[in-house]
């Protein structure tokens, strides 16, 4: 799987606040926060601060934020992109992480991983134009 750009990335007008916020801060809420914390550690190595004995902030990969419709109730995701999901998701599972199936999508191809906890997020390889490249 390669990740093929499907258009050009514009850039409009930024506002005096679009300079002020500086990036953005992910809430995870978990039922078993120190496995999950000990997974973005140790399996996806993220870098952290420890805020107070055992509380981790991570750093996380550059990030942008689409905004999809919905007929349901408003609702936030998480997804991490990669360049490669097939590899990514290879060495994933054999790390023992639970993957799941890859789907091909508009967008991208994606599939969900599972924390210890038992929580979910997206993991997708995107087939559009990265903001992120801005």
Not at 62 to 72: A, F, K, Q, Y
Not at 100 to 117: A, F, H, I, K, N
């Amino acid at each position: 799987m390669r990740c093929v750009s499907s258009g050009r990335a514009t850039v409009g007008p930024r506002s005096r606040l679009g300079w002020v916020i500086n990036g953005v801060h992910l809430l995870l809420y978990s039922q078993d926060p120190a496995a999950d914390r000990a997974f973005l550690r140790d399996v996806l190595g993220w870098p952290h601060v420890e805020d107070s004995p055992g509380w981790l902030i991570f750093k996380t990969p550059v990030s942008e934020l689409g905004v999809h419709p919905t007929d349901g109730p408003p609702t936030t995701e998480l997804h991490l992109l990669c360049d490669d999901l097939e590899a990514t998701v290879a060495e994933l599972t054999a790390k023992g992480v639970p993957v799941g199936d890859v789907s091909e999508r508009s967008y991208g191809y994606v599939t969900t991983v599972t924390l210890p906890s038992g929580a979910q997020f997206g993991l997708y390889q995107p087939l559009h134009a990265l903001a992120v490249n801005l």
